[in-house]
T-cell receptor, first 112, second 115 residues
C-alpha cells in the first residue's frame, strides 16, 4: 500500500512566488526522486537524491534528502507559468529493490 | 525508438470485455515497468520485467491482470473481464538498468475507461 505521504495536495500560487512541497514516510528510503507530470504525459524525472542530507539543485528546483531518510522536500523558486503540473515524490526502500513507490502528487497552479 | 511508446492512447471498453495495452520501451532498456494512475492518486506499481528474470508481479491487483514481455522488448498488459474500477491511466516505463533510482522513462500512458 501507499507508504509516502505527500503534501500539500494542491497549491495555487502567483507567478514569481516560491513553492515548497514535501514527502514523509514511516519507512526508511535509500533513494528519493522527484518527478513532474504535465497533462496527458508521463512523469519526467527532475531530481534524484541518493544520500541522507544530500541537497541537489536543478535550475530553479532544489530538493533535499532528509537526514532521517524518511522525508524529502522540493522547492521551486520564482515560479513561472510552465511550472504548472503535478509533482510526485518517489522513493525506493531497501526491501523494494527494483521498483519505486510514489506519493499521491502535488498539483501546482500558477497564476499570472 | 526515441522514447517509450504506448498504444492505444485512449481506450473505452464495456464492462466485462478484455483489453490489451501495449508498451514499446526504449531500445536497449532491459527493465520495463507498468504502473496505474487513478484520478487524483499517485502511481500504483503493477509489475516489472528485468531481462530474462521472472517478472515481479507483486503489484497486480487481481488475477484478471496479466502481462507479458516478448523477446525482452515489447510488453502487453491484459485485463480480463474489465470492471469500472479498472478505469485509470496505465503508464509504462523503461530503464537501462534494474536500478530505478537512476530514473525511469515513462510513456504517455493509455487512458482506460470502462463503461
Amino acid at each position: 500500500g501507499q507508504q509516502l505521504n505527500q503534501s500539500p495536495q494542491s497549491m495555487f500560487i502567483q507567478e514569481g512566488e516560491d513553492v515548497s512541497m514535501n514527502c514523509t514516510s514511516s519507512s526508511i528510503f535509500n533513494t528519493w526522486l522527484w518527478y513532474k507530470q504535465d497533462p496527458g504525459e508521463g512523469p519526467v524525472l527532475l531530481i534524484a537524491l541518493y544520500k541522507a542530507g544530500e541537497l541537489t539543485s536543478n535550475g530553479r528546483l532544489t530538493a533535499q534528502f532528509g537526514t532521517t531518510r524518511k522525508d524529502s522536500f522540493l522547492n521551486i523558486s520564482a515560479s513561472i507559468p510552465s511550472d504548472v503540473g503535478i509533482y510526485f515524490c518517489a522513493g525506493q526502500t531497501t526491501d523494494s529493490w527494483g521498483k519505486l513507490q510514489f506519493g499521491a502528487g502535488t498539483q501546482v497552479v500558477v497564476t499570472p | 525508438g526515441a522514447g517509450v511508446s504506448q498504444s492505444p492512447s485512449n481506450k473505452v471498453t464495456e464492462k466485462g470485455k478484455d483489453v490489451e495495452l501495449r508498451c514499446d520501451p526504449i531500445s536497449g532498456h532491459t527493465a520495463l515497468y507498468w504502473y496505474r494512475q487513478s484520478l487524483g492518486q499517485g502511481l500504483e506499481f503493477l509489475i516489472y520485467f528485468q531481462g530474462n528474470s521472472a517478472p515481479d508481479k507483486s503489484g497486480l491487483p487481481s488475477d484478471r491482470f496479466s502481462a507479458e514481455r516478448t523477446g525482452g522488448s515489447v510488453s502487453t498488459l491484459t485485463i480480463q473481464r474489465t470492471q469500472q474500477e479498472d478505469s485509470a491511466v496505465y503508464l509504462c516505463a523503461s530503464s537501462l538498468t534494474q536500478d530505478p533510482s537512476r530514473g525511469y522513462t515513462f510513456g504517455s500512458g493509455t487512458r482506460l475507461t470502462v463503461v
